[in-house]
T-cell receptor, first 115, second 112 residues
Framework: DVKVTQSSRYLVKRTGEKVFLECVQD?????MFWYRQDPGLGLRLIYF???????EKGDIPEGYSVSREKKERFSLILESASTNQTSMYLC??????????????FGEGSRLTVL | KNQVEQSPQSLIILEGKNCTLQ??????????LRWYKQDTGRGPVSLTI?????NTKSNGRYTATLDADTKQSSLHITASQLSDSASYIC???????????FGKGNQVVVIP
């Protein structure tokens, strides 16, 4: 069974703290994505990566950074958490554009609360 | 401007009844359209994919349709069950473009 695993289901952090959200996939997918999901706004793309050590900004990258040192792992970093970053964070992966149908495989999500 | 619009935003249906969810898009040039199901507190899971040449596809009690001319898709749920309570998200892909366009979802609540 294909799997995308996010390290933490629930986190509570304080304003100004550095936050790491980890994501690991076991499908040998090239593409990995970080989204945030808020009520009424749907899924919004933060960052994505098509290869190791490669990253591209999504629609809402401000306040976030990412790291992809290994193919299977994609980390989302909040350098200094703020209350408006309280959200559900979803990691996803997909096969390369030259193969497969582009189906996204999502993790279970990490619900972050910033106090 | 959101390129994918879903309606209704939410609906409540009785167990055993049918319902239809709508997705209108402006994404061009069209590549494919997926419907995802997201249970509360979980990540979305793909239900079905529609390509340009397909106009109907079923997955159990879920039937998706696509009208590429009017740029509309629907997801029909037959004989709803309590486990169908979820958000259904329409996602459209464009040819040669590396971003996906997401709808905001249809929230379905099935009551006994």
């Amino acid at each position: 069974d294909v799997k995308v695993t996010q390290s933490s289901r629930y986190l509570v952090k304080r304003t100004g703290e550095k936050v790491f959200l980890e994501c690991v996939q076991d499908m040998d997918h090239e593409n990995m994505f970080w989204y945030r999901q808020d009520p009424g706004l749907g899924l919004r793309l933060i960052y994505f990566s098509y290869d190791v050590k490669m990253k591209e900004k999504g629609d809402i990258p401000e306040g976030y950074s990412v790291s992809r040192e290994k193919k299977e792992r994609f980390s989302l970093i909040l350098e200094s958490a703020s209350t408006n970053q309280t959200s559900m964070y979803l990691c996803a992966s997909s096969a390369s554009r030259g193969s497969g149908t582009g189906e996204l495989f999502f993790g279970e999500g990490s619900r972050l609360t910033v106090l | 401007k959101n390129q994918v619009e879903q309606s209704p935003q939410s609906l409540i249906i009785l167990e055993g009844k049918n319902c239809t969810l709508q997705c209108n898009y402006t994404v061009s040039p069209f590549s494919n359209l997926r419907w995802y199901k997201q249970d509360t507190g979980r990540g979305p899971v793909s239900l079905t994919i529609m390509t340009f040449s397909e106009n109907t596809k079923s997955n159990g009690r879920y039937t998706a349709t696509l009208d590429a001319d009017t740029k509309q898709s629907s997801l029909h749920i037959t004989a709803s069950q309590l486990s169908d309570s979820a958000s259904y998200i329409c996602v459209v892909s464009a040819i040669g473009y590396n971003r996906l366009a997401f709808g905001k979802g249809n929230q379905v609540v099935v009551i006994p």
